[in-house]
């Protein structure tokens, strides 16, 4: 899934946060740059530049509207740390242009 693709779904998911499952999240994650580890019950994502951002998501077929919550949190927060990155660099990196 490519960026604008993932940046579709979280505006989808920032309007309603039930009936998601878990390929979504997949979708949503990876498509902004996660990686993730199986656990037992669980993925665990996190991404490689800001590893503080992490989720944990039960591996259910649907999931609980909180997932969905946290997700675009994670996903605001990426997007204000890159902001904060590039301009303490003044750059421009091609990830915050597909945001």
């Known amino acids: 899934m490519n960026g604008r693709a993932a940046q579709k779904l979280l505006e989808r998911m920032r ?3 039930s009936g998601w499952r878990q390929k979504d999240f ?3 994650l990876l498509g902004f740059g996660f990686e993730y580890k199986e656990g037992k ?3 665990l994502y996190r991404h490689p530049q800001f590893t503080e951002l992490s989720i944990s998501v039960p ?6 509207e909180w997932v969905a919550r946290e997700a675009v949190k ?11 990155k590039e ?3 003044g750059t421009d990196s091609e990830e915050s242009r597909i945001l």
């Open 59 to 64: 591996r259910h077929d649907t999931l609980k």
């Open 41 to 43: 019950k669980h993925r």
């Open 87 to 89: 301009d303490d660099n």
């Open 15 to 17: 309007n309603t946060s």
């Open 74 to 84: 994670l996903i605001h927060d990426l997007i204000d740390q890159t902001k904060e």
């Open 26 to 28: 997949e979708h949503l």
